[in-house]
């Protein structure tokens, strides 16, 4: 006979599972998707490196690797990110990942127990929302405005918390879903409020690279960076978005001792990530090819940001809003309390256009009159139309 | 402040862990690692399938996946499970993992609250008794004779624990680390008892395809094929040992309510595998490289052990015995009582040759008058000196 674990109650799927799949269909127009475009990986670049791999580093992209990740690959990573201001010494982990979502999911596992409190962003990411869930936390969430977490209202929730806190998620750079970034004063109080309480923070940073202005770089600096090194920072890093999401990998960096604990957890996890994708990784980074593929993919971002802003101006009805992206894969529309997301989804998937419901993202599952577009994976010449569905949906409703 | 989840103290590393890292050096003959040697490894067919993949198949290689799988991988996966025989209908259900090690991982956390008993062979996998401890298990181990699980033991054991009892798991082909076959009779003595109980069984088949000779593949037959197909049978299946490791794929067919679970679990895990090796491994089946590969693995391993054996025979002293393996990576070796083989490891290490304790198999980490030697990995021309080494460091003790 079967029994589940008591951890399988809180992983069953919600309605947002169902009305993902039904938007998976490729005739629909779906801005559903938090990924790249088919069209933007650097397949160029991935043909010369596969060209370029020696015999020998064939053979060791097959094998076994060490659970902490492909060495040349760890020292690649650090190069880069000490070239971001990052802290690469002996106080610090550095741990490779099947995805950033492992990432997530192991700091949980060797975090929470049932019943613990983590605070994060409402909105906030759907994959770190079901991981903390999934080992039986209590989830908060602090309202976001375009600056970035309510101070006020975080300083209160984790009076009302206490001690139950085991950390706090937030993405401070192109957020996910809400589409913000954080100025710098937000990110300054933020971090005094969590050296004030000693509290983690595990800060989660996918989008940080994708700014569509070289301007903004300095906006994007994390907080890892600005704070003091000994401050509990889990940063977690992907090459999904800046390499390509099939690879599987993420990175972990923050205090020895959490990130060997999470190592510990990741043995037994799936023993290492693929060395194989680590091995292109590698090479991505170690010959210099990122830079390159970012110039682009920004431009691309960009431009198809700019496409769906001006459909949603031209068709959205008034008492609709939307956050203005300055970077990465999302805008976040806010439409009247009166309109339930999950009506506009039915009514625009009928006619063909698909997208996120709000209260996928919300900690409780509640707030529902939101909507998250991306616009990294549909192509431009369709965002038009799918904005145009979307917004008689909403038309129809209102 | 950080403070840890209450599992974290499943997970301390042992003894073990230490005793690996040293046996690292390259400079050390070691018989230590459960893997192929790098030589091994189908680099030219991999070459081939590169070369070979479209534009839009590398993109597809880049992006996320369903977590579920490939679906061309699922396909030709579906393909070769049903050619061995196992149920590929309605009643099961198949999901790609990142390793075997994920399947097990999973299971765990989606049927393991803690305390609940896992029974297992002693000795068994280190990575699965990890995985069981880590999500909280009480593990109670079976002794195995060189046919199977004493199947009164057995009895005796689910007796006592009733209901408290989650699964059993087991390797029945070219055990880890016994390295036995379980026989015909053994295994149906087994099913029979798990049949009655209506007990959950996970089985772990990594190395089923690793006979040495064709007349021993009618041994091979999975329980999963022989039981009845609505046993709770979870069948886990690795690319790790007919492929390449550094893919990190596994796969677990099972009943389907269960392996739905699992994919729910593993969306907040790691969202999916790796794309980019599925694709590859998907190759690697449709075009039919896989055969050729086993022929030309098979006679390899078998060649090696070969020469271990005829070693172990020359060398060992008088008392202690090994089983004599007719497929897989290992052979185990069980000294008189009175030995310790943490310090038979300590005396041959510093003389060069490494293995693993067999108290690192051992459900309670107890009994070590054994170790494990893989003949997998250690080229050829090394093994006889090795096993000198290991041989004067028992004698030494003697």
């Not at 959205?316 to 009506?343: H, K």
Request: charge should be neutral.
């Amino acid at each position: 006979m079967v029994k589940f674990s008591k951890s399988v109650s809180n992983m069953r799927s919600s309605e947002i599972r169902k009305l993902m799949s039904l938007a998976a269909d490729p005739s629909i127009i779906s801005f559903s998707g938090g990924m790249p475009n088919n069209s933007l990986f650097p397949i160029d670049a991935l043909d010369e490196i596969y060209k370029g791999l020696t015999l020998q580093a064939k053979q060791v992209a097959c094998q076994y690797g060490p659970t902490s990740g492909y060495p040349p690959l760890l020292k690649s990573l650090k190069t880069y990110l000490a070239s971001k201001g990052l802290p690469i010494d002996e106080s610090q982990g550095l741990l490779i990942t099947t995805g950033a979502q492992q990432a997530i999911s192991l700091i949980s596992k060797v975090m929470l127990d049932p019943g613990d409190v983590v605070v994060t962003e409402n909105p906030s990411f759907i994959g770190a929302l079901a991981a903390f869930k999934s080992f039986g936390a209590a989830l908060h969430g602090v309202a976001l405005d375009g600056d970035g977490i309510d101070i006020a209202a975080l300083s209160a929730m984790l009076d009302r918390y206490g001690e139950a806190v085991k950390f706090l998620y937030v993405i401070c750079n192109f957020h996910n879903p809400a589409g913000i970034i954080y100025s710098k004063e937000r990110r300054e109080k933020l971090l005094e409020i969590i050296t004030r309480r000693d509290l983690c923070l595990l800060e989660d940073d996918p989008y940080g690279e994708l700014y569509f202005d070289d301007a903004d770089k300095d906006r994007t600096v994390p907080l890892k960076v600005m704070a003091d090194k000994t401050a509990p920072i889990c940063y977690v890093g992907s090459f999904a978005k800046i390499f390509g999401p099939g690879m599987r990998l993420g990175w972990l960096l923050g205090p020895r001792e959490i990130v060997e604990t999470v190592e510990l957890a990741k043995q037994s996890a799936d023993a290492c990530s693929a060395t194989f994708t680590q091995v292109l990784a590698h090479e991505f980074l170690a010959q210099n090819k990122m830079p390159a593929y970012l110039q682009m993919v920004r431009r691309a971002y960009k431009k198809r940001a700019g496409i769906m802003l001006s459909a949603l101006e031209r068709c959205m009805p008034a008492g609709v809003t939307w956050t203005r992206p300055r970077g990465g894969f999302y805008l976040w529309v806010t439409m009247p309390e009166t309109i339930n997301a999950s009506d506009v989804f039915t009514a625009a998937l009928k006619n063909g256009a698909a997208f996120v419901i709000g209260s996928a993202f919300d900690p409780k599952g509640q707030k529902n009159n939101c909507m998250r577009l991306a616009f990294s994976h549909t192509p431009e010449e369709k965002i038009e139309k799918g904005i145009q569905i979307i917004a008689e949906a909403v038309k129809s409703l209102l």
